[in-house]
């Protein structure tokens, strides 16, 4: 089976419908370090809230719209009723190797174990899940009065002894997927049609198992067997979107 294009990554989602303490409904606020995301509506209303360096802003999302962010956005989904999405996530293995940092409070990021404690899922999922998004909430909420470039320093330190792996994933996956299609423009130019005469379809069904996410409970599709597949994270669980320890 061929990788998606570019060596992207795509799940369903449907967004948690837990109310949160600010009365909201949603996901669990969180940061990428390199990965970008986008998400397609295709049904119910909502929003994605998002903190960057030039402020708080309140996107909403309806069915058909496209939304999208880079690297640094921190973003939280909100559910005002059935939203539902297909993500797609740059560097598909990258998310899912732990690119994704919960917005927990400052304690929890300053003590790499307590972190893992508050990112894992253990026990009842769905119990695990929700004071997961609880906590990082709070986090949240802290930070869009301030302390931003805070976080993004702790972020680097909790994740940083991961960079190597993540480099090889990104030059086994999305880069090399690049430079296949420098190869087939080089070969066109040459006039070499090698590479048409070996296209192929790959289909996927949609999966039957659901994981329960950052953002809500996901239907993880499995679309490649390179290095970017799929792994289990620091914590134990699989990214955050794709039950997000990210994704």
């Known amino acids: 089976m061929t990788a998606l294009p570019g060596g992207v990554g795509i799940s369903g989602l449907t967004v948690y419908d837990w109310e949160a303490a600010d009365g909201l409904c949603g996901g669990t606020p969180h940061m990428h370090l390199v990965c970008s995301e986008a998400y397609v509506v295709i049904g119910g209303a909502g929003s994605v809230q998002t903190l960057t360096t030039s402020g708080f802003a309140d996107t909403p999302l309806l069915p058909g719209d496209v939304v999208w962010f880079t690297p640094g956005t921190i973003h939280r989904l909100v559910n005002d009723g059935g939203l539902r999405l297909v993500v797609l996530m740059q560097n598909s293995g ?19 174990h307590a972190y893992r404690r508050a990112a894992a899922l253990t026990g009842d999922h769905a119990t695990a899940a929700r004071r997961r998004r609880d906590l990082a909430l709070e986090g949240f909420l802290s930070l869009r009065e301030g302390g931003l470039r805070e976080f993004h320093t702790a972020a680097h330190r909790l994740k940083r002894e991961l960079l190597d792996a993540w480099w090889i994933r990104w030059r086994e996956g999305p880069l090399a997927a690049a430079a296949t299609t420098g190869r087939q423009l080089q070969a066109l130019k040459a006039g070499d049609l090698s590479h048409l005469g070996q296209g192929e379809v790959s289909r996927r069904e949609r999966p039957q198992r659901q994981l329960f996410g950052m953002c809500g409970r996901l239907h993880t599709y499995a679309v490649s067997d390179s290095p970017t597949r799929p792994l289990r994270g620091p914590s134990g669980s699989p990214h955050p979107h794709t039950s997000k320890e990210h994704r």
Request: no cysteine; charged share 15%; net charge negative.
């Open 94 to 112: 990258l998310p899912e190797a732990g690119d994704a940092v919960f917005t927990f409070p400052a304690p929890v990021l300053a003590d790499p």
